[in-house]
């Protein structure tokens, strides 16, 4: 399974409404798809799996939304600790494997 | 607390061989599934292994299929990969990620820091 995740890169300022974009070239079993930040130099961190639900300790402003092919990240008001690296993650495929998207990078206006 | 400390990176000649080690704290290790992810130096993310709690199931991404091969020890609560035949390509951070799932791959909850594996003539 291969995701498409765009933009590429999006600007924005802090306040503002982020919206990040995952297409998976075949519909997830279960809406079997994740949502990790990655800042520089840091290991990524899990937001969301299952497509909408929050992992633990992340804020609510982080949301995500979607099913079968196209999948929707939002952070309703940007904070200045959320300009990182986006990434989507699918897990449903079989036989069983792990497929990432390319990134989103989210910079500050 | 989860910790996830990850060794054995280095620098090796294509055809080489290294082990990594990961070694786990702060959950119940023998309840959870283990994987392998690298990062190629400014690139994305490619999952490349992961091992079922038992260790009994493992699963492979193409690319390392014959070549890399993860363990695990759950009397010392550690995780390893295995490679052989390394080749340039190869090169990247590698990441020991907790899986949230018992078997099959499913979703990282905690990550290490990474280990840096560079293979290079």
């Known amino acids: 399974i291969v995701l498409t995740q765009s933009p590429g890169t999006l600007s924005l300022s802090p306040g503002e409404r982020a919206t990040l974009s995952c297409r998976a070239n075949?519909?997830?079993?279960?809406?079997?798809l994740a949502w990790y930040q990655q800042k520089r130099g840091q290991a990524p961190r899990l937001l969301i799996y299952s497509a909408s639900r929050g992992a633990t300790g992340i804020p609510d402003r982080f949301s995500g939304s979607g099913s079968g092919t196209d999948f929707t990240l939002t952070i309703s008001r940007l904070e200045p600790e959320d300009f990182a690296v986006y990434y989507c993650q699918q897990y449903g495929s079989s036989p069983p494997s792990i497929t990432f998207g390319q990134g989103t990078r989210l910079e500050i206006k | 607390e989860v910790q996830l400390l990850e060794s054995g990176g280095g620098l090796v000649q294509p055809g080489g061989s290294l082990r990594l080690s990961c070694a786990a704290s702060?959950?119940?290790?023998?309840?959870?599934?283990m994987a392998w992810v690298r990062q190629t130096p400014g690139k994305g993310l490619e999952w490349v292994s992961s091992?079922?709690?038992?260790?009994?199931?493992?699963f492979y991404v193409d690319a390392v299929e014959g070549r890399f091969t993860i363990s695990r020890d759950n009397s010392k609560n550690t995780v390893f990969l295995q490679m052989d035949s390394l080749r340039v390509e190869d090169t990247a951070v590698y990441y020991c990620?907790?899986?949230?799932?018992?078997?099959?791959?499913?979703?990282?909850?905690?990550w290490g820091q990474g280990t840096m594996v560079t293979v290079s003539s």
């Open positions: 075949q519909s997830l079993v279960n809406n079997y």
């Open positions: 702060g959950f119940t290790f023998s309840s959870y599934a």
């Open positions: 091992m079922s709690a038992s260790g009994g199931t493992t």
């Open positions: 990620a907790k899986d949230s799932n018992r078997v099959r791959p499913n979703t990282f909850d905690f």
